[in-house]
């Protein structure tokens, strides 16, 4: 079984930033890949931003130059670094990892950007 558990989100100014973290609880060992989505009120959850297992990324276009996605290995955990913050950035943002064929998500964390 494996829980993921999302912290850092919060209300903060445009151009602002914030970090975000996701610490996995239980065997991640065979996790291919830890993402980070979103989902703006009205509208359905979008993939944020992605990393392999050998650390490879990607990121959807409008975050690409102002998000970075991380993890440590060590640590469990996974970071997701927001600079330049817009107010279309005002979300739930989730992590969620698979893990032999099981996908598990996190409760999600608010952040908010007013306009």
């Known amino acids: 079984q494996v829980q993921l558990v999302e912290s850092g989100g919060g209300l903060v100014q445009p151009g602002g930033s914030l970090r975000l973290s996701c610490a996995a609880s239980?065997?991640?060992?065979?996790?291919?890949?830890m993402a980070w989505y979103r989902q703006a009120p009205g509208k359905q959850r979008e993939l944020v931003a992605v990393i392999s297992s050998g650390g490879s990324t990607n990121y959807v276009d409008s975050v690409k130059g102002r998000f970075t996605i991380s993890r440590d290995n060590t640590k469990n955990t996974m970071y997701l670094q927001m600079n330049s913050l817009k107010p279309e950035d005002t979300a739930v943002y989730y992590c969620?990892?698979?893990?032999?064929?099981?996908?598990?998500w996190g409760q999600g964390t608010q952040v908010a950007v007013p306009s």
């Open positions: 969620k990892t698979v893990v032999l064929g099981a996908a598990y």
């Open positions: 239980g065997d991640i060992s065979n996790a291919f890949a």
